[in-house]
């Protein structure tokens, strides 16, 4: 779906759905129409995404669960069990689109017995399919556990401590160190792998 742009509107044009702000006569706008589709409005600040410029109301429910992903990445904080329910959330919308897929080819199937389009839909149900089991999967890391980290106190140098409140403030510092470190790798590697899953749309 080709996006259009208008320097002047020459009537107001509504609210924008992106922020709600009003497109007045004169004010810069953005739209889109497909072949069987509404026209769709945007303010000069807000740009289409994925889901607006398709005329599939299949893949755009599809494009829609990804953005809607991608946007509470944007916003999380690292939390294991918040991981989890992302990937959860998408994988549930994903299988249900999954299964609309199915259903239309079941359908055409019943009327044909060879059918490209029919076959072209079962194929897009079993790659969504595979890719809600992905996501899940990337989001299953769970909460992170300090009491796993592999810490030794004994290699942590405290020859030169003056006391024994000196040495255990310096291993405890350490440790800390360590956990921290651990930490972040963890939250690193779990959101390159949601971020990779949640891009991984195969339709």
Not at 70 to 77: G, R, S, V
Not at 113 to 127: F, G, L, M, V
Not at 129 to 148: H, I, K, L, P
Not at 149 to 173: G, H, L, M, P, T
Request: proline share 1%; net charge negative.
């Amino acid at each position: 779906m080709k996006v259009n742009t208008v320097k002047k509107a020459q009537k107001d044009q509504g609210t924008c759905p992106a922020c709600g702000k009003e497109i007045k006569a004169g004010d810069a706008y953005k739209w889109a129409k497909g072949r069987f589709t509404s026209k769709k409005i945007r303010c000069e600040s807000c740009a289409f995404r994925q889901s607006d410029l398709t005329s599939s109301d299949k893949l755009s429910q599809v494009y829609a669960a990804q953005e809607a992903a991608e946007d509470a990445m944007a916003e999380w904080d690292g939390d294991g069990e918040e991981a989890k329910s992302i990937m959860e959330t998408l994988a549930e919308a994903i299988r249900e689109v999954a299964q609309e897929y199915q259903e239309s080819a079941d359908s055409i199937h019943e009327n044909f017995s060879e059918s490209s389009t029919a076959d072209e839909c079962e194929e897009k149900a079993n790659d969504l399919e595979q890719w809600a089991d992905d996501c899940e999967q990337a989001g299953e890391e769970g909460e992170f556990d300090e009491d796993d980290i592999d810490f030794d106190e004994d290699n942590v140098a405290v020859e030169d401590c003056k006391d024994e409140a000196e040495k255990k403030d310096r291993i405890e510092k350490a440790r800390e160190e360590k956990v921290e470190e651990a930490r972040s790798e963890w939250r690193e590697n779990l959101e390159t792998a949601m971020n990779d899953a949640i891009g991984d749309c195969p339709v």
